[in-house]
């Protein structure tokens, strides 16, 4: 089926390449939103990926992988929009699916948010590897040829992100413990 829409997709039928993308936009927009930090970021970064998806589908060369290729776009147009938008991080806005249930607690609130602190000091790159493992649930090999690496590659540094995530986590656990002391 998917075959048949980037067929016709690439010949120009709109509504083909519609439902090529609807079914994925949410998750999109949930990975470009986690690797930049912003809103708007990612909004911008899902709308150029899929220009540019329309415009270079003719030259896509295996119509079964157009899924890995469209994150492979919106990863591009997420770390093309996050050097125009220079080095500056904020927070990480969760979708709402990914915000706590109502029985978590004030605890399951605090380390969520804490957390999403912790993600948001994260590089670009490191939010990406991150994010493709653990947000869109790909296997390390799926989210290796995303982004165009070895699998041992991604690996690594996916190990390395998640360490530099608990780092980040220690530094924050100790902020707080100093900003408690001296209120």
Request: net charge positive.
């Amino acid at each position: 089926m998917q075959h048949q829409l980037v067929q016709r997709a690439r010949n120009g039928d709109h509504d083909a390449f519609s439902a090529l993308v609807e079914p994925e936009f949410g998750r999109l927009y949930g990975l470009a939103g986690l690797i930049l930090g912003t809103p708007t970021g990612a909004e911008d970064a899902v709308q150029e990926a899929l220009l540019k998806a329309w415009r270079d589908l003719p030259a896509l060369r295996d119509a079964d992988r157009f899924q890995a290729w469209l994150r492979r776009l919106v990863i591009n147009a997420c770390h093309d929009e996050g050097r125009r938008l220079g080095r500056r991080r904020g927070e990480v806005a969760l979708a709402p699916e990914h915000q706590p249930a109502i029985g978590d607690g004030l605890d399951g609130i605090v380390q969520r948010d804490e957390l999403a602190h912790a993600f948001g000091r994260l590089s670009n790159e490191e939010r990406t590897v991150i994010a493709l493992r653990y947000y869109l649930d790909l296997s390390s090999a799926e989210a290796a040829r995303a982004l165009g690496l070895r699998e041992v590659t991604y690996r690594s540094r996916l190990h390395r992100a998640i360490r530099s995530l608990g780092s980040a986590m220690v530094a924050a656990d100790r902020s707080t413990d100093l900003r408690g002391r001296w209120a």
